[in-house]
């Protein structure tokens, strides 16, 4: 497998969206969205900024399954970290209070 | 000249190969997956930064929405754009080392580096406006322990002073802070890593070291100058937005 060059175009392209996704998080955090909507914008606009990192500057989209393999790995790690952690905060106030 | 080692290459070989390596490819794909493996720790480590901030977010969110409301928000967007922009310089300095473009990679490495310390520059600053309002948490800054000026209820707006809306309490604020400093703390002195290692990379391509054939030093460091770009992508909405569209409410 040889090495991916990739262009400087798709880099300026990412960098605009990056630029724009910014641009975004910023106006939208000043909108009063219901619940935890709010949130839940901010942390999308975050991942799919990342996401284009990852997969363009980072250039994982030409690399091998293996480095797919090491990230995903990592964010199941992650994902575990999160899910166990914030289930016991969670689900503290459940105990009969003596 | 110890004869224990045997040559394990051909003449012809890059002088960069390592002996235990086949070829160049080889090499660069064990580098670029060291470089994975060290930055999935790194995901790791914030990770757990990135939890502990979520579970006090939602332990006291009045508190962390006033805290939060209290940042620079123009120099945290600021920062975003300079730091975002020196993501696509380090780029586009693995581009112009990979086709051999020495000068332009040079060019590269060193906007990078300008832009990083750009970032912490303004970073500096607004730790400075912390100190200023006695915003350092604890006592870790000698004469100035954590003590923010708090508006009274129907104060005039005054950026130095802390808008407290009911629920909210100076001590949780000062959770925020610990959070806040841990967070960027942690992430400037990766900064200010990646500027060493930037300024390493300016030298080996100064003195012409890396070619279309051996480049894996600017990739690997790329990867990781990415990754510290990444940790502050979720830092900004995270610590400087999340309770802008409450500002209306909390008054």
Known sequence: MSEHIVYPRVYVTIFLVLLVGTG??????????????????ALTIAVVKATLVVLYFMHVRYSSRLIWLVIAAALFWLAIMFALTISDYSTRAWLPVM | MPEAIAPTHEAGAHSALQHHFENMEQQREAGTLGMWVFLVTEIMFFGALFLAYTLYRYKYPEAFAAASNHLDLRLGAINTVVLIFSSFTMAMAVYSTQ???????????LLTIVLGLTFLGIKAVEYHDKYR??????????????????AKPGEEADEHKLHLPPGATVKNVEMFYWIYFAMTGMHALHMIIGVGLLTVLTIMAWRGRFSPEYHAPVEISGLYWHFVDIVWIFLFPLLYLLGRHLEKHLG
């Open chain 1, 24 to 41: 975004l998080t910023v106006l939208a955090a000043f909108q009063d969205f219901p619940g935890p909507l709010n949130a839940v914008v």
């Open chain 2, 133 to 150: 309002d006695s915003l350092i948490p604890g006592q870790l800054i000698p004469g100035r322990p954590f003590n923010p000026p708090v």
């Open chain 2, 99 to 109: 086709v051999g473009k020495r000068r332009n990679s040079i060019i590269c490495l």
